[in-house]
């Protein structure tokens, strides 16, 4: 080996470097290539490492909401919900998740930060922009503008389903009289669905704002059957005809709309998905009044009582509302021994309740008079009958202007025997009545 | 590898990498134009302290969220005296046990003007949780006498003369035990007795509590079903005052609804007065007057119950004037911030179409909560111009004026007034095919008026009336919680003026609910005599008429309330006050 590697240096031209010369040559450019690899791969890691934690420093931190203490269920829900963006601070689901819950609670300026974020995060999603702009509505319609095309923009790119882009855009448009483009983004929106009512109201506006008259009477007219728009396509339809001359249409459609319940809200899937997200108190109390306002009085006393249950189960205070509105929802169902528990549990709450005091005067009067008339015990029936009066005389020290409350007293202390104090009380429930109603005026007639 | 030549390698990248971050570095925004930057001169200049007006608004304990001390109180601008001076009564929200209303004389000496407190012993001091004031003679003793609203009650003083009122109103049969808002009188029944409307707001329940995200806040409206107006007729004042409350057979009781602005007038041109009802976030009510024997709402069908998109906003203040001069009236109705307040153009007789954006309203330099409002002519162009007073129901996520307190300083907002431009008329007119004029069109001139639109304050009343005698509408503000303000107008280079003041020597008072127009050249101005608008205030009950370049009117027509028109043919020079007699005109 020795001889050939000798023989081998003798036949090389004496430019070349030695072999020894070569080898180290060679491992030094190992060494170096490696050290280079290894200076490089160090210098990706510590940029990956830098990078990673320069990301989760500078993560933005998802805004502050002032949940009031009283609101248990709502402060877990948003806790829940920022606690996810904090994991996920780069997640346009979460970002949207937590502004989606803000606005379906009423906290539209934190729920604006977070829609910003998550359309930062996934600039292609339709709902972001456009529940930004929702969130600026109605107050200040020049701020939601833009978001709103935006959003229009997105939709058209990805053939949305739902008209709520063009909808909520042109009636934006129409409220500031920019016509053309309103008008432009109505019928983007028939052409997605043609049978939208809104969609034909708002053209309706247009065509009358123009002076269009019997376009804006055509249109208007397919917007009168539907509860989303029959009120107000109704009032239009009023002035229009009365416009166009046909007074006795014009006299019709007055009268239809001053006898219909305000319009619903167009269904607007974006935000319904906030709101099914919503757990705050006012919603509760919104969605009990809806179910009673629909017939639905068991649904809105599960509601209350689920409510009643989550704040009892925190140990938070629980609110006299829910036991007056449970209270006032048993009656309606006939469940009195219910309905007065309810209402005592509102009484402990909020000791000068008007409302929880008003309502048990009149379950306690009229369930002695029911027993006065199955002919029960006349000591027993005056004490209920007393005890009608009690709290119908601390509704009156609540409300002094409550005629029912002194309608119920008068005839509660007429039991009782008290004739003087019982005509008094009466003579202020006349005095106090809404004009036309003649109950008080009834009571007073049969005491004389 | 040697050190210095990783260095060389880094360092090229380093430098990159900063020129890149340095070249993405934020920039620092462009200062933004100064927002309040005046571009005119301004119009109402603050003189308070200067005409001695020393009145803090007393609401009450705060923290407890009672309603009514968010909505009160007003004032009324009225001569009590006689003496020809405009003085002021100004209405207090602090309960029975709370602070009185005060009235205070207007004294001049060598031109200076000073407000003196003369309430002590008028009659007029009373404490309740005061709201609105609406002034008229109910007697015919040609002295203007007072009603007084409150929540709960309201309370009628008949003028005695020598600074002296009695209260009368039991003994007048007139009761209300709700939470009354504005009033009005108006002789509905043309029988020369002026009749009595007192608005009522919502049937409240003060111990119900309301929370919205989760903190104590002032109720809204629809927390409360809304109430009936009341009507009252005034039967007569031959043997002392007395009313009767003809609610339900006068139609008003059909409706109730959270009244807060009043306005009587002839809306139909049938020459009898009706009644104009704001409102809040329910559709407005126009009653129109049966012929004196009852009134029927008909404001949808005129137009007037909601806006242009068909909702139903926040009424709150009510104004009335001609502001396109077509010679038909034009009412105003204030909103919440996030609406607009709204101006309806009578286009065709009876029939109001609402034109905000295309009257160049619907872009103010800032948004409010208005209350009180005038429709005036300040600078004497013969175009009348808008001013709102604003301040906010809910609290606001800032503080806003910390010079209020703690509590008021969240509900402060910056005041408006628009100036109805006398330039070329805006865009062309969609319905009305035979007018060629567009539509008027308002500039938004609060930047100018730091003194009356700078500072944010929680105003409610908004009175209007020439109190220095210079022509120039001042204006007075009410706050909650707060000082009630004078301004004075100080429009350089006013137009030329007249004020006219109208009276029925048959009836021995000012002919309310007669119109003034007034003819220059081949222009008519029209004016309404009606103290009561705005928002529970009642304004100086003359009608003012900004001239412009003219210095005399070539003729004045009165079409008194009993319908009969009586021209006064004789020219007159301007800038001055007149007054109008009954009879002495050309029959």
Redesign the interface.
Known sequence: MNVERRTSNVERPTSEPTPSLGVRHSTFNVR?SL??VL?LAG?GLATAAGWYVWRRLTAPEPPEV??????PV?AEAVEAARGRVRQEPYSAASWGQLGKLLRGS??K?QAEVCFAQAERLDPNEVRWPYLRGESRL??DP?AALPHLRRAADLAGRSAADSVAPWLRLA?VL????ENEEAEKNFRRARDVDASDPSVY?GLG?LAE???QLKESRRHLERARHSPLTQ???C??L??VC??LGDKEA??QF?ER??ALP?DSRWIDPYLAECLQLAV???NVFLRVEQLEAQGRAQDAALLLEQMVASTRSRGCPAD??AYVGLGRNLIQRGDAQGAERALLSALRL?P????AHYQLARLLYERAAQRRRQGGDPAELRQQFRAAADHARRAIA?????AEAHLILGQALQEDGQTDEARRHLEQAV??S???DTRAQEALSKLK | MKPWRLIGWCLPVAVAAGLLVWLCRPQPSTPPPAEDTPLGPPWFADVTDAWGLSFVHDAGPVGHYFMPQALGSGAALFDFDGDGLLDIYLVQNGGPKGAKNRLFRQERSSGNIRFVDVSAGSGLDLAGYGMGVAIGDVNNDGRPDVLVTEYGAIHLFLNQGQGKFVEVTKEAGLDNPAWGTSAAFFDYDKDGWLDLVVVNYVDYDPTWPCTPGGKPEYCAPKTFPGRVSRLFRNLGAREGVRFKDVTLEGGLGKLAGPGLGVLCADFNGDGWPDILIANDGQPNRLWINQKGKAFKDEAILRGIAYNRLGQAEAGMGVALADVDGDGRFDPFVTHLTEETHTLWLQESLGAFTDRTAAVGLKGPHWRGTGFGTVLEDFDHDGWPDIAVVNGRIARASAMMNADLGPHWGLYAERNQLFANDPGPRRGTRASGATRSRGYPGFRDVSRDNRDFCGVPNVARGLCCGDLDGDGGLDLLVTTAGGRARLYRNVVPQRGHWLIVRAIDPGLNRDAYGAQVSVRVGDKTYRRLINPASSYLCSNDARAHFGLGSADHVDEIEVLWPDGKREPFPRGRRADQAIVLRRGEGKR
């Open positions: 170096r050290l280079v200076v210098l002032p949940v009031a203490s009283d609101d709502l009423g906290y300026e109605p107050g020049d009636e129409l409220e500031k009289r109201l506006l704002e123009r002076g009120q107000r396509a009032a239009r009023a002035v009365g416009r014009a006299a007055s709309a001053a305000p705050d108190k006012s006299a509302r909020a000068d309740n008007v409302r609540g409300k002094p202007d409550l005095r106090l809404k004009p036309g």
